[in-house]
């Protein structure tokens, strides 16, 4: 039977890929997400894309040879998310756990396991105590078994430490093992050590020695917060399926956010990808990005803080004068229209008689100016006495009743 590889095809046809680690790569950023959280997730992150979920999203369910629950975790996700995603299981190059991830996915459409190799020197030694190209040739090795334990599996290999491997080698084994039947060949940064140029640089030279019918994948972690960039590096150099995590969870620092790259990539393709790339099937609906990013933050603890980008609690919220006058000019887009969040007026110590009057307003009270300006200066005495920025509208809303109930002329 011929295997029928959408993420494979997805890539070679233009198509942006998301590779989504937070529940497996996560989970070493001292995570863990419930089975039941798995199957959500997964099915959530596929219907940012609607019907074609399976061919833009792979989600990788977890690691089967950690335990037996995990094993149970990951089949789960294989039955329950089939047709959201295209599944993935995760593991060492070792044929026992390679047997273990090809069962945990087995049957599930579009299905596939990705198998960790070294790739650098330094790495070779201290995994599989190897040099380099007999831990690259054991991986074509486990390509071939992984092909024979069932066909209708799609195989693809992680080269660890990438960043620090030989490009040159790197081209030769990715050639050979996409010949024995993987679909991707992923670089990764493990340690997040990479700089954008030689990011590209590595992505480029591996690209053009690799040939036509390698189809690379990004990995690359964040601990020195260059993931966003080295994977729009690694885009750059015609790369379409890139690995990342919801709220940015991984090893370590992390990595580059789910929810960060699919917004750019949707709102800027022309810029990051060119002005004739068709990075979709569908357009993504990133209304659904901040209702799913709530829900991973929930589950493992994480939290939205007031500056994550794009789904953090401080996206289309207003505390100050000339930005409450004139939004558009102080956003980089609007998050009404393109998040579905509306607007919210935040009260703070910076607050101007606007921004008490518009908080006031929709507690339910018309303030006089006299009225504004004792509340202006109520809301930052307030403020600076509790070392509190913001005013909670139901304290503020105590306050303006006795406010305007007040005889006039009154203060206290």
């Keep these: 039977m011929v295997l029928v590889d959408v993420v494979r095809e997805s890539a070679i046809a233009g198509r942006v890929v998301l590779w989504e680690e937070s529940a497996r790569d996560g989970a070493q950023a001292k995570t863990l997400m419930t089975p039941g959280f798995?199957?959500?997730?997964?099915?959530?992150?596929?219907?940012?894309?609607?019907?074609?979920?399976?061919?833009?999203?792979?989600?990788?369910?977890?690691f089967p040879a950690v335990c037996a629950e995990e094993f149970e975790a990951v089949r789960?996700?294989?039955?329950?998310?089939?047709?959201?995603?295209?599944?993935?299981?995760v593991c060492r190059g070792a044929r026992r756990d390679l047997a273990q991830a090809v069962a945990s996915v087995r049957g599930s459409r579009h299905a596939r396991v990705m198998v960790v190799v070294p790739a650098s020197e330094a790495m070779a030694q201290v995994m599989v105590h190897r040099t380099a190209p007999e831990a690259l040739q054991a991986g074509v090795d486990l390509v071939k078994e992984a092909r024979d334990l069932d066909e209708e599996v799609a195989v693809d290999v992680c080269l660890a430490d990438a960043s620090r491997a030989d490009h040159a080698l790197m081209a030769l084994y990715a050639q050979t093992m996409t010949g024995a039947g993987a679909g991707l060949v992923v670089l990764a940064d493990t340690v997040g050590a990479q700089l954008p140029a030689a990011c590209g640089e590595m992505f480029n030279r591996v690209r053009a020695q690799a040939g036509g019918e390698v189809v690379l994948a990004s990995h690359l972690h964040n601990d020195l917060g260059l993931g966003l960039a080295n994977t729009l590096q690694a885009l750059d150099a015609g790369v379409r399926v890139v690995s990342s995590s919801w709220l940015g969870i991984a090893e370590r620092a992390g990595m580059v956010a789910t929810e960060q790259l699919l917004f750019l990539l949707a709102?800027?393709?022309?810029?990051?990808?060119?002005?004739?790339?068709?990075?979709?099937?569908?357009?993504?609906?990133?209304?659904?990005?901040?209702?799913?990013?709530?829900?991973?933050?929930?589950?493992?603890?994480?939290?939205l803080s007031v500056t994550t980008p794009i789904?953090?609690?401080g996206v289309g919220s207003i505390s100050?004068?000339?930005p409450f006058v004139h939004p558009e000019l102080f956003q980089p887009y609007d998050p009404q229209e393109v998040l579905g969040v509306a607007p919210r007026v935040v009260l703070t110590h910076l607050a101007s008689t606007r921004v008490v009057t518009s908080v006031a307003t929709g507690l339910g009270h018309t303030l006089d100016r006299e009225q504004t300006r004792a509340a202006m200066a109520w809301v930052k005495q307030r403020a600076y006495r509790t070392g509190q920025?913001?005013?909670?509208?139901?304290?503020?809303?105590?306050?303006?009743?006795?406010?305007?109930?007040?005889?006039?002329?009154t203060t206290s």
């Design 38 to 62: 798995r199957v959500a997730l997964a099915r959530e992150t596929g219907r940012v894309f609607g019907a074609d979920g399976p061919r833009h999203v792979v989600f990788a369910a977890g």
């Design 76 to 89: 789960r996700v294989a039955v329950e998310a089939e047709g959201a995603v295209s599944v993935a299981a």
């Design 320 to 322: 100050t004068g000339t």
């Design 389 to 409: 920025p913001v005013i909670d509208d139901t304290v503020f809303a105590d306050y303006l009743d006795g406010l305007t109930h007040r005889p006039a002329g």
């Design 311 to 313: 789904v953090g609690t």
């Design 267 to 303: 709102r800027h393709a022309d810029d990051l990808l060119g002005a004739d790339a068709v990075p979709w099937w569908a357009p993504p609906d990133l209304t659904r990005l901040p209702d799913i990013a709530r829900m991973v933050s929930e589950e493992t603890g994480v939290p």
